[in-house]
């Protein structure tokens, strides 16, 4: 029995496919037919249906036509391919923007958008709702019961925000909820600066540059009551179709760490399984293993998110036509980035897209069949490589789990709050460099990691990293104090505990709402370094640069194991540790370069004994991690390098594909990968 | 007999002059009869009038007055000054916008313009297009036929699009004559991608940020119809002043190859005579050759839209005023611009402007008569002694020809298809940076060159080249196909021939939709470079750096002389050629560096024979060419350089000023120039 | 006798302390208490008070709530605590908005704000203006005779503009009075240009990005209709509360010389005193003394407006929080600066802010007391030492003067001008960098200089420079001239006296109007340079570059002085003096590098015996000024390196607070200065 439930009961086998857009193909019959004949030898067992297809299902207003899909998926089952079924709600048809106006978004400045695009309607409008459910519902009961449906693909990368008139009173009424009174409010958002204070409801409105933007709690509400009412919009789905089915389960496609328009940790949570679009820009020169870092990151997020295994759901064959350049993958990396996604928790490799486009805007986006039309391609051959691939591996990898002992914290709240963060540094706080940076030291020892928020539990891990946590929420101190004083290791880093939830900062010298006590410190100054002006501190015989921030620090009951070489803070703590209960924590007061990180964290790995992969040296551009089945640890040593690596073998290990056993030095080749039991 | 019929019978010399607008200085009594002494001491014998003069001649609605320009026209005739007449469209009164808002132009957002600016009516308003009738029909009833003037001046620099409703509506009903039916739209603009199906005619609109920009038919549509309602604008404008005066002819000033919004070969075939208005950065450090370069591309295009002799419509004595930096034109350059416009077709040398304004934007622009007001100026000097020059040249220059026997392909609509393209590289492909480096072989090596498009005949031609022709419309195919079996040599470059004249890509592998048969192979793949990065060839054992883009081809018939030397796809085919018919066809697969193209036209240019202004090595930064009128030959060497260069002349050439005859060595000044017959 | 009366008659005394916002803390009411603790241990003796509170003094329409105001006052007076009070109207409450929409501001689309921010109401809003004077009317009642209170604070920081009807009506109104008939300002805006003839006023909008911006009349006029209407609005408020307390003087903060959007000249005149709000970028690296200049500029401009002693309103005890980059003031600097503006004429060190805001957008900007709360800081502890330096010093310093032989001309109607100017440098005119290189020889040489503009009087000055003085206006020519005939120096350089107040060029050769007779020259041409490229020029043996625009003038009666090196202009003059009266007047013909400067004003101080604050080598980063009290002399040495400097003293002084005599060597530590009387 694997540890994590199936994702997909109805077909738990590990899915290789991809989205499948027939309906633009409707009036060239040939290539609907061909379609089936190369997905068969391309070993896809599964393709999204129906993302875009709304105009072609409802064609007018109640008038449906699904004939045309029935057909489709008839074929395709007939065929063992299965079915992710989207709601088409991502992207509406013309006339119903006609018939309710209301759909449309409205931006900033109080525009209606006109009809275009995707991703953009208002997710208040009672119509859109109603006209969701409706299709969501028909698609539900014709389709929720057919035995090649397995998964509900509920609507496309959801994200974005609409100022409506609509939105603005469902803005209201969320806070009258949250806050009770304007009192509580005009406290919570300090409103009494610049005479900003609300004497009614009716004058909140959301963040607009022609409007209000120095009020940051206002922000930071607008930002989460935009998540609330995307979730709530996605949950009208998903009821919709469990009405009818219920035991079919739902996810929707989420878009990794640097999508965090919406918090997805909170999204994700409503999800049955998270899946996510993951479209590395590989072969930026001499990067590929800089990106596989970003990467993995993101699956480690997507993991985290419901702590089992995830789809992905989308990925390139080849290129994409969106970025500034679209590189093709060159040989090997397409079976490579796969193979990262199951190592870090993965149990699909689906592609945007099964046929390539013909025309509009991502005709140029590649495809497992392109405009060639034939299987007579490259990149065609590497498809159906991995498809073998993944045919072998689905018995032991599908739905197995990615063990964890250290956490990292990201969380999008604070993410919202940096952003609008007036001081110390607005040319930029890089959030996301120092999350990267702590992460980077774990990947590259075959630690594995999860990366969670401020709403996680905080029990399994021994060691729990909070880089630039600006905004303490949800009772994060009582948790991060009782996992210290139980004997965990916590290290923060500058600029941690600033703020409370509505962004306002905490007062006082030392105090348990800033962690005063587990840290043993306070903070009086941050100063603010140039980009390329940097401090530095020794520690350990070394000498580490230091930038972006430097906290001058109030020593309470810390101790001080490193200090400031320069500037007239020149001697002042720059890293401290303070035993607090059967724990310690740590506090880096500045911005360490990677250098420092990769020893620091080396040293409190050694001396926690984190768990490895791997119990080796692991060479540069090499990563390892594993997933356990219940029976088995399944190691994945991936190279990320164009040269072959090599690594010497704590142990036995038996690849899973040719049953051979590995020990002593293992070579791995460039951009190549070891998939083994040991 | 001059091979070209007069473009300006009523008075067949060289035109020496430029924009007049005296309705500035009409307070100002002394200032326009010292305009007429110092006009005639430049040796001026045409002025543009009438341009922004609308809110003079009719100050009020129907309201003429007209007796001011009676007076000046009077005046300048006396003095043997002609008049090219402007219709007064370029800039309306004020009054005419409070009375008809329609005539503003409305922006992608759906607002309307406060009135302002020059060159921004709607060219749909009906309100406009009465009220330019009307005064239009007024001009040529006063003037058209007063002995002084000889052009019609329609408008002045068309270009720009609005987004008013009426527009809307014009668009529609364009698209219903292009298409007939939805079903056939919805096909050629590929809009069941996304959802995007249009089910009503009602539902187009323009392109928008606010709205729809997925969809690139619809872009590539909107283009052309912007196109289509300028010229029918400029059409009814032409035919107004025609009614009156059937003989005289029109022109319209155009801007040159980077002013692509409209497509001037369209424009321009609807015109008695093309004229531009030229306006080259000269003396960017070390630059003046490469800048003769871009500007003789442009004289050339505009030569080839009407495949005969343009006129100089506009350019400066000495600066500019709209530039980031308006150098002054060092002594020598101003006669030398005006030597290159001959040389590449022009019948005239007209300026912008002849008395300096003396407030608003362009005061700072430079004119014959500075603000100091008088003759007692370098720029006067010079101005004077180009008149002197054109007063010599006129007799054998004036209607002359200029042959060609080689073809470069600007296809504006691959130029605005390509704008919009999403992959393979949207930081940018640089379309006319290919086509520029295609022809500064031909520039550099004294051959003459002209510039088509697909609408062309290619007849004439012995050499074709196609750089990065995108799209094939216009049964382009055809005729490339025929022009190569026929024998003449096509030469094409990467991402040449990948979609339809909706934009749609070409399927299957080799086709000949493609020009398979042609060139003799497809394209498989086609990778994408990072800016500074390169892949290279070798060819004729020299190495060349390949940028931009690379095609992975697939050859069939084609023989591959050099492949790449990098990257997974190293040996695979970098330059192929195909014998086909007669003829022969290359694909040069990437982008490469001007030493390969210089090499490889130069192989070509010695095996055709084509023929050479002069049979002798050009010297670096001089530039020759030839023009021929019926009985001669006039060839015009400049030098851009600041030095003197050294010819060894092929022949006897005979000076066209001195009669002075040169054999063996000659010496041209920095930036001086020869013009002589032989 | 100080020579200035006190600007706060009250209490004469200089000021320290610094805005003060107590309305953010009425339910905290510990802090209020605490505040007044800490304010009397920092050694502060004023604040500012009510700048953003009138949301707590009327909470709704016509309910006004002072009690908790008056309680403050009250307790702040019991504590030797004076009053600035401030008229609320720099930002409004929410229910005002609400009720009058026309109070919120229209950009130039035509579109309405949405409440929020600050300084952005409507300055013509005859609903703002009543609700305003009642408020203000209102705490002139309560508070204008209160012992505590010594000034008025009007508004906040006065700027921006707004686009609406009734500012459109007033616009048309202002310029009705200025030119009476629409010729008169169709010739002054020469609209005949691009047919843009007015016919109606009405038809007269503000310039706007959808509209006009082609007339730069208009823009001129514009912005001086905005200056005007920003002064009646000031002037309406302090009508209202000098018509209860007539003897309370009023200020309103300013910006300094960069915020130009006003005409602080034309503002600041109508003021009892000017005060200013003073934020230099300490501690860019190495730039500290380059900063001190660019400052002390400000200063100088903003005690010049009315000849007198001005305030020093806001600057920041540390850091800022809304620049790119805040960082820390280092130890001493916070001293330094408060030195450095009374050493050019200030008579307060007042801060924003007291205390540290908890929330919203200006939580990081430092204060007094920080979110600590404490005096146990390092920045509470430097501003206590400020209040130490400052009591000691109040008796001689407050009201004395700068005396100052030299005036550098800022003309703010210039640098519109230039701002919108096309041609020849759209790149940029550095109007700011030649007044500050021109000013930095006298602040290097400890030599008082005055920032004047062209409604000033010159008479009392000795040396008169006016760096591209691009516009005469106001009769300046004339001024000019009697001051130079008189025996005065006049300095100029390239693009001075080139349009008239309406940026109409001046016309002709040499004249009067262009000061030809007093330079001796007229300009034919001026060259662009690009940057980066330069020409040069040789005087007294050594070269210099030259740069951004080289003029080529044509002597009459000047004398050359040194050529210009290269280009065609080679030999041409590059600097020329002239004879005039008594007088002499230089004409500068390009931007010279500083070097130049500093030599050429050296050879002119030397000879013109101007009076230095120190007759001595002044090292680099070291400023000497001095200011006089009507029986001594003042002398503020001030070092802005980080290392010691030495001076040799030219006679012998008195430390001002230790009374210590210093002759010969004079030691100053890095960034610390030295107040001594001799």
């Known amino acids: 029995m694997h540890p994590h439930a199936p994702a997909t009961p109805k077909y738990p086998h590990i899915l290789h496919g991809g989205d499948y857009n027939p309906e633009q193909w409707l009036s060239y019959p040939d290539v609907l037919d061909e379609d089936i004949r190369l997905m068969t030898l391309a070993g896809i067992n599964c393709v999204s249906l129906g993302i875009f297809s709304w105009a072609d299902l409802e064609p007018e207003k109640d008038h449906f036509n699904f004939e045309w899909l029935d057909g489709i998926i008839d074929k395709l089952y007939k065929n063992d391919i299965h079915v992710i079924l989207a709601t088409p709600s991502g992207s509406r048809p013309h006339w119903l923007a006609d018939e309710f106006p209301e759909v449309l978004r409205v931006g900033e400045t109080g525009q209606r958008n006109i009809y275009g695009h995707r991703h953009n309607h208002c997710y208040t409008s009672p119509a859109y709702r109603e006209r969701v459910r409706l299709i969501d519902t028909k698609l539900a009961e014709r389709y929720g019961h057919h035995p090649a449906v397995i998964l509900w693909h509920i609507s496309n990368e959801f994200g974005g925000e609409c100022h409506c008139e609509l939105c603005q009173q469902e803005f209201r009424r969320w806070l009258k909820e949250k806050y009770k009174t304007l009192d509580a409010l005009n406290h919570a958002w300090w409103t009494h600066f610049w005479a900003h204070t609300y004497t009614s409801w009716e004058q909140i409105h959301s963040p607009t540059w022609i409007g209000e933007t120095a009020v940051h709690g206002l922000d930071l509400d607008w930002k989460r009551f935009v998540t609330d009412q995307t979730i709530d919009f996605m949950k009208a ?112 490799a689906m592609y945007f897209q099964i046929r390539q486009s013909r025309g509009s805007a991502e005709k140029f986006h590649s495809a497992v069949i392109s405009h060639a039309g034939t299987e007579n391609t490259r990149v065609f051959r590497e498809v159906s490589e991995v498809g073998r691939m993944l045919k072998k591996l689905s018995d032991k990898v599908y739905g197995s789990a990615s063990p964890a002992e250290v956490a990292i914290i990201f969380d999008t709240e604070t993410k919202w709050a940096l952003d609008k963060c007036q001081g110390p540094r607005n040319e930029g706080l ?249």
Request: one cysteine or more; glycine letters at 8%; charged letters at 25%.
């Open 237 to 348: 789905e998903i009821s919709a179709v469990k009405a009818i089915v219920p035991e079919l389960p739902a996810t929707a496609n989420l878009m990794g760490i640097y999508a965090y328009g919406v918090d997805y940790f909170k999204l994700g949570r409503e999800l049955d399984v998270v899946s996510w679009d993951s479209y590395p820009e590989w072969h930026l020169p001499g990067k590929n293993a800089e990106i596989a870092r970003n990467e993995s990151l993101s699956h480690d997020m997507m993991r985290s998110i419901k702590q089992r295994s995830f789809l992905l759901m989308e990925c390139t064959p080849s290129t994409t036509n969106w970025r500034s350049i679209s590189k093709l993958k060159k040989p090997g990396m397409h079976e490579l980035s796969i193979v990262n996604a199951l190592a870090h928790g993965a149990d699909s």
């Open 430 to 678: 890089d959030y996301f460099g120092i999350i990267q940076k702590c992460y980077d030291y774990f990947w590259k020892n075959g630690i594995n990691t999860d990366i969670v928020d401020c709403d996680s539990s905080f029990e399994k891990y021994r060691l729990v990293i909070a880089p630039m946590l600006y905004m303490f929420r949800g009772g994060i101190q009582e948790k991060l104090r009782s996992f210290t004083a139980g004997g965990g290791v916590l290290v923060t880093t500058a600029f941690t505990g600033v703020v409370n939830d509505t962004d306002l900062c905490f007062l006082g010298e030392a105090s348990e709402e800033k962690l005063s006590d587990v840290l043993g410190l306070w903070v009086e100054e941050t100063d603010s370094l140039y980009t390329g002006e940097y401090n530095s501190t020794r520690w350990n015989g070394q000498s580490y640069r230091l930038s972006e921030i430097c906290e001058i620090v109030r020593p309470v009951t810390c101790e001080t194991l490193a200090v400031y070489d320069s500037d007239f803070y020149k001697g002042s703590p720059a890293l401290t540790v303070n035993s607090f209960g059967n724990g310690r924590a740590y506090r880096i007061c500045s911005t360490p370069e990677t250098d420092f990180l990769d020893c620091f964290f080396g040293e409190l790995a050694e001396e926690l004994g984190l768990e490895r992969a791997m119990n080796c040296k692991v060479p540069e551009g090499v990563s390892i991690t594993w997933r356990e089945n219940g029976s088995e640890r399944i190691v994945f040593i991936q190279n990320f390098g164009d040269s072959p690596a090599e690594l010497i073998l704590d142990r036995e290990y038996r690849d899973i594909f040719t049953g051979k056993t590995y020990t002593g030095r293992l070579a791995v080749e460039g951009l190549s990968s070891i998939i083994a039991v040991g």
